[in-house]
């Protein structure tokens, strides 16, 4: 088993939580129930999916959950995109989250190919 309290992407994960918290409370209220709920739960299935996958004996597992991690973070990246699409936040908000988003998307895929490698 892993530790996911010492991997750093687990960490990057953890911070874009607060930062999706403090982004959504910029949506409409009558999102509430809609964009903000699935993003602010996309967002935290990153860096859950990632904990969970290192509860994981095989390295097998550890990736399918990885994977699904990865798959949580390219949803966070469309709904955020499309927040800017619907104008409610502008493109100097969104930005700098997506972009925090992309970087943990590479880093999530090499983490992946890197534990392929020992399957």
Known sequence: MRNFRELEIWKD???LVKDIYLTTKLLPDTEKYGLVSQI???SV???????????KYSNKDFVRFL???????????????????????????????????????????????YNKQSL
């Open 13 to 15: 994960a953890r911070k």
């Open 40 to 42: 602010n739960r996309c």
């Open 45 to 55: 299935s990153i860096a859950a999916n990632i904990a969970e996958g290192c509860a």
């Open 67 to 113: 994977q699904i991690s990865l798959g949580s973070a390219y949803e966070l990246e469309n709904h955020l995109i499309l927040c800017e699409d619907l104008e409610f936040i502008i493109p100097e908000q969104a930005s700098p989250i997506i972009k925090k988003v992309q970087r943990l998307q590479k880093r999530i895929a090499s983490l992946i190919k």
